[in-house]
């Protein structure tokens, strides 16, 4: 079983004991105050949410969406910890400490995000599985490793970010709580572990590199988590909220970026909402009482998020025993009372707003500008580390003058290490907003001059 004090451990990756109290801000608090200040976070504002490159304000960014997400989870946090807290006697702890600790964690569970969202991901993994020169470049990387690049993962991208670049002098990175690292780690596993056949939610993806599983595995030692095999433990119980928050989130507030942009009429966004509350009727009483239908749907929204929330808390505390215990692994709002609801709105997404052309157009563009970007570095930084930069072309040399010094190794010169070469370019490629990916790859061929 794993225990609530373990779970909830203030220290801090890269510090050997937690930090003394520093007044009225918790441990926890400063998580999110150190992630919302964090530059990761910040291009957030122009990484995709469903409409890449959008022209309208209204539309949510991955910065928008994290931030509501964060709200979110703060509040599955500070409802399932006023019972986790009674039921467990737990001292010098407030219901507001896990409402911190999942507030922190679901406003950064985008931060790993490339450029045009899970398309970005999908341009990554292709480019290194069907490129000729990816896929040689992968080939030079220890086996084990391979797959950090071949099935390429925005979450393990995230704890890198946090436990590695952001702040990289420090060891541990931005040095969050264990007990936020582990919320935040929806897939506790690198991408080469064995699990045998176990088919749960914490195994459908992976949640951190092979360069970042010592500090997962400080984060697990810590905060008690249970080994499922080498390499993959049972998820924190409060990621299964964080998961939730997003779920929540993108779910409902999708279908209302839907209908302000008009690929959803009314009826086909109030629907499923007023179906997640159970067609209470004091709310087609408040109904009659809004004119704007912009303003209907915005009322449903906020009704239907406090609804989900409710019952997913609800769901957390009914499977207490077996989330301490490992044998829980589904997402909470697979198995609320109004999960068909749910999946009718996520079923909605997928047939009518992901798949608009606005979106379509411009992530096919995406995955272009991705796998150009990645084409012209690899490619200059692979030429450079085998020839030198005597032997290299001037392409690829002037290439190598355009990357950052912090995406490459001592002197401005690639690292020595295949594997660490490689992850240097994911992470410079993957850190792009959207609009820099674009503008920089129309520059670098040709498309787009200075001056022109």
Excluded at 143 to 156: I, P
Excluded at 275 to 280: E, H, S, T
Aim: contains cysteine; negative net charge; aromatic residues 8%.
């Amino acid at each position: 079983m794993m225990d609530w004090n373990r779970l909830l451990s203030p220290r801090r990756l890269g510090k050997a004991a937690p930090d003394p109290s520093t007044g009225l801000r918790t441990d926890f608090q400063r998580d999110f105050d150190r992630i919302v200040y964090s530059s990761a976070f910040r291009r957030l504002q122009d990484k995709t949410q469903v409409f890449p490159l959008a022209q309208s304000d209204y539309v949510r960014t991955r910065l928008t969406h994290s931030l509501e997400a964060a709200s979110v989870g703060r509040s599955l946090g500070m409802l399932v910890g006023e019972a986790v807290i009674a039921r467990h006697g737990l001292k010098d702890l407030a219901p507001a400490d896990l409402g911190a600790i999942l507030g922190a964690a679901c406003l950064a569970h985008d931060i790993g995000n490339p450029p045009f969202g899970h398309l970005g991901e999908a341009a990554i993994q292709e480019w290194f599985q069907k490129s000729p020169a990816g896929w040689e470049a992968v080939e030079r990387a220890p086996l084990a490793q391979r797959r950090d690049f071949l099935e390429f993962e925005g979450n393990a991208q995230g704890f890198r970010l946090l436990t590695r670049l952001q702040s990289p002098d420090n060891p541990g990175g931005m040095q969050l709580t264990c007990a936020t690292l582990g919320a935040f780690t929806k897939y506790p596993r690198t991408s080469g572990a064995e699990l045998a056949g176990y088919q749960g939610a914490s195994v459908k993806k992976y949640g951190f590199f092979a360069s970042e599983l010592d500090h997962f595995a400080d984060v697990a030692a810590e905060t008690g988590l249970l080994a499922r095999a080498d390499g993959a433990w049972a998820r924190h119980p409060l990621a299964f909220l964080m998961e939730a928050a997003d779920d929540i989130c993108y779910t409902i507030v999708d279908l209302e970026d839907g209908f302000r942009v008009g690929l959803l009429a009314y009826d086909e966004v109030a629907g499923p909402l007023t179906d997640a509350l159970g067609g209470k009727d004091q709310v087609a009483v408040r109904l009659a009482g809004i004119r704007n239908p912009k303003e209907r749907i915005e009322y449903l929204r906020a009704r239907a998020i406090n609804e989900v929330v409710r019952q997913a808390a609800e769901c957390f505390l009914d499977h207490e025993a077996g989330l301490l215990d490992g044998s829980f692994d589904q997402p909470l709002v697979d198995l609320i009372a109004v999960a068909p609801a749910v999946r009718g709105m996520k079923k909605l997404g997928r047939e009518r707003v992901y798949v608009a052309p606005q979106v379509l157009e411009i992530e096919a563009a995406g995955f272009r500008v991705l796998g150009g970007l990645l084409e012209l570095f690899v490619g200059a930084v692979e030429e450079v580390a085998e020839k030198g930069k005597k032997g290299a072309s001037v392409s690829s040399s002037t290439l190598l003058r355009l990357l950052p010094p912090q995406f490459l190794g001592e002197n401005g010169e690639p690292e020595t290490d295949p594997y660490a070469r490689l992850i240097q370019l994911t992470d410079f490629v993957s850190g792009m907003t959207d609009s820099y990916a674009v503008s920089l790859y129309k520059k670098l061929t040709g498309i787009s001059l200075p001056g022109g």
